[in-house]
C-alpha cells in the first residue's frame, strides 16, 4: 500500500496585487512545515508540484528544510492539473461591475470602504459568493477556464499520480485548496460540486490530507491536518 500526502500551500498575499506570492507569514508557515516532515523523517519516492509560485515556493522552503538537515528529497514533477481553479481571476473580471450591479457585492464594497480594517474578511465572503455562482456556470469569463473544466483537470492530474506511484511509495503533492478538495472528493466519491466547492474553505494553509492506494482502492486516511503550526498561525488563504 502507498501513501500519497498532498500539502495545501502556505499562506498566499491576498488582497495584494499579486495573490501568487507567500505572504511573510506564509513563508514561516512552510519553514514550520519543513522542520516538522524533517523532524519526523518523512521520506518521498516522488513529488509533484502545481506550476503556480505560491506552490512552488512552498516546495522550495521545505527542500531547503531536507537539503539542511542532509535529508534526500525528489526533484518536483511539475503538473499543471494541481493548479488551483480561477475563480480569483475571474473575480478580478468581473467585480467591477457586480459593484454596480450586485445588491451583496455594492452592500459589501461600501462596508470595506467604511471598515478598511476587516477587508480581508469581507473579501472572503465576496469570494466565497462569487465562487457559488461561478461553480453553477451563472458567471462565465473569456479566458477563464470554467469549473467543470478545472474538475477534469485535476482528475487527470491525479490519474497521472496514481497510475505513476509504485507499490509502498511515499508521494508528496504540493498544490491548492480547491485542488485539494477536488482530490478528496473523488476519493470519498462526492458529486454535488457545491459541496466541493465549499469544502476549499475548510482547508488550512499548508495543512496535508493523506490517502492510502493501491491498485483496487484510493481512500482517505486524514484530511486537513496541522501538527506544526501554533494557534495564530493558522491561516485558510
Given at each position: 500500500?502507498?501513501?500519497?500526502?498532498?500539502?495545501?500551500?502556505?499562506?498566499?498575499?491576498?488582497?495584494?496585487?499579486?495573490?501568487?506570492?507567500?505572504?511573510?507569514k506564509?513563508e514561516?508557515?512552510?519553514?514550520?512545515?519543513?522542520?516538522?516532515?524533517?523532524?519526523?523523517?518523512?521520506?518521498?519516492?516522488?513529488?509533484y508540484?502545481?506550476?503556480?509560485?505560491?506552490?512552488?515556493?512552498t516546495?522550495?522552503i521545505?527542500?531547503?528544510?531536507?537539503?539542511?538537515?542532509?535529508?534526500?528529497?525528489p526533484e518536483?514533477?511539475?503538473l499543471?492539473?494541481?493548479?488551483?481553479?480561477q475563480?480569483?481571476?475571474?473575480?478580478?473580471?468581473e467585480?467591477?461591475?457586480?459593484?454596480?450591479?450586485?445588491?451583496?457585492?455594492?452592500?459589501?464594497?461600501?462596508?470595506?470602504?467604511?471598515?478598511?480594517?476587516?477587508?480581508?474578511?469581507?473579501?472572503?465572503?465576496?469570494?466565497?459568493?462569487?465562487?457559488?455562482?461561478?461553480?453553477?456556470?451563472?458567471?462565465?469569463?473569456?479566458?477563464?477556464?470554467?469549473?467543470?473544466?478545472?474538475?477534469?483537470?485535476v482528475?487527470?492530474?491525479?490519474?497521472?499520480?496514481?497510475?505513476?506511484?509504485?507499490?509502498n511509495?511515499?508521494?508528496?503533492?504540493?498544490s491548492s485548496?480547491?485542488?485539494?478538495?477536488?482530490?478528496?472528493?473523488?476519493?470519498?466519491?462526492?458529486?454535488?460540486?457545491?459541496?466541493?466547492?465549499?469544502?476549499?474553505?475548510?482547508?488550512?494553509?499548508?495543512?496535508?490530507?493523506?490517502?492510502?492506494?493501491?491498485?483496487?482502492?484510493?481512500?482517505l486516511?486524514?484530511?486537513?491536518?496541522?501538527?506544526?503550526l501554533?494557534?495564530?498561525?493558522?491561516t485558510?488563504?
Amino acid at each position: 500500500m502507498s501513501k500519497i500526502y498532498i500539502f495545501r500551500h502556505a499562506q498566499a498575499s491576498l488582497g495584494s496585487d499579486n495573490y501568487d506570492v507567500l505572504s511573510n507569514k506564509g513563508e514561516l508557515q512552510a519553514h514550520e512545515l519543513g522542520k516538522y516532515l524533517v523532524s519526523k523523517k518523512y521520506k518521498f519516492d516522488k513529488i509533484y508540484v502545481g506550476s503556480l509560485r505560491r506552490q512552488q515556493h512552498t516546495f522550495e522552503i521545505i527542500s531547503k528544510e531536507y537539503n539542511k538537515n542532509n535529508l534526500p528529497i525528489p526533484e518536483p514533477i511539475v503538473l499543471e492539473g494541481l493548479n488551483e481553479h480561477q475563480a480569483t481571476e475571474a473575480m478580478k473580471s468581473e467585480i467591477p461591475k457586480m459593484i454596480k450591479s450586485d445588491p451583496f457585492i455594492k452592500s459589501l464594497w461600501k462596508e470595506i470602504e467604511l471598515s478598511p480594517e476587516n477587508k480581508n474578511e469581507k473579501l472572503m465572503l465576496g469570494f466565497k459568493y462569487f465562487l457559488n455562482l461561478w461553480v453553477e456556470n451563472k458567471i462565465i469569463v473569456e479566458g477563464i477556464i470554467p469549473w467543470r473544466d478545472f474538475r477534469k483537470n485535476v482528475r487527470s492530474a491525479l490519474n497521472v499520480i496514481l497510475e505513476n506511484t509504485k507499490k509502498n511509495q511515499n508521494v508528496g503533492v504540493f498544490s491548492s485548496g480547491g485542488t485539494i478538495s477536488s482530490i478528496t472528493a473523488e476519493s470519498l466519491k462526492i458529486s454535488d460540486e457545491m459541496k466541493i466547492a465549499d469544502l476549499n474553505f475548510s482547508i488550512k494553509n499548508t495543512s496535508f490530507t493523506s490517502f492510502y492506494h493501491n491498485k483496487e482502492k484510493f481512500n482517505l486516511l486524514s484530511f486537513n491536518e496541522i501538527p506544526h503550526l501554533d494557534k495564530n498561525m493558522i491561516t485558510f488563504v
